[in-house]
């Protein structure tokens, strides 16, 4: 599943004139008025409307960046983000725990979780690695450890490269 800031090109960290330059620059794209197939005009009305969702969403989440969050205790904004990885919203889920007020080992693990959802393997395994030296003990922790580390060595591999370069292509041209 792509995120908003895939659909439109964006990286996730982008501020809002690099995500409102992004969506005009596909809306003109892929305006139905370009094509005079029929079939075509459908297609990019499709894809127009990929984009505008995408577009509301990106900005709503960078907006939300850029005023003063009010911060949230540790444990609602731990509730919060389980419920949105639930949900596979992976940025949201990440916007609350940037709300939280304190960080502990289960803050980090969530992170983490989120983090691999959005398919940042490297910064997962990062967020892991914290999660244990806050609790060593903790099996989980260190289990999501060992597996962000698998999934870094597979997403570098070149098989996997090449596949996700030839899927990135095919994205791009729907």
């Known amino acids: 599943m792509q995120s908003v800031f895939d659909i439109l090109g964006v990286a996730p960290d982008a501020d809002e004139h ?13 305006h139905p008025d370009k094509f005079l197939d029929p079939e075509e005009q459908v297609k990019g009305q499709e894809r127009l409307i990929s984009i505008n969702v995408a577009y509301e969403q990106a900005m709503r ?7 003063p969050a009010a911060k949230l205790p540790l444990p609602q904004a731990k509730v919060w983000a389980q419920k949105l990885i639930g949900r596979k919203q992976f940025e949201l889920a990440l916007l609350q725990l940037s709300k939280a007020e304190e960080k502990d080992a289960e803050w980090y693990a969530l992170q983490a979780q989120t ?45 996997h490269r090449a596949i996700s370069q030839i899927k990135s292509l095919f994205q791009k041209r729907n």
């Open 61 to 67: 989440i960078a907006s939300n960046r850029n005023t």
């Open 115 to 159: 983090l691999t959802g959005l398919k940042q393997y490297l910064s997962a395994h990062q967020a892991w690695r914290a999660a244990v030296r806050m609790d060593p003990d903790n099996l989980a922790y260190r289990r999501g450890a060992l597996e962000a580390e698998m999934m870094l060595k597979r997403a570098d591999s070149l098989p």
């Open 18 to 30: 690099a995500i409102r330059s992004a969506y005009h620059k596909l809306a003109k794209a892929c």
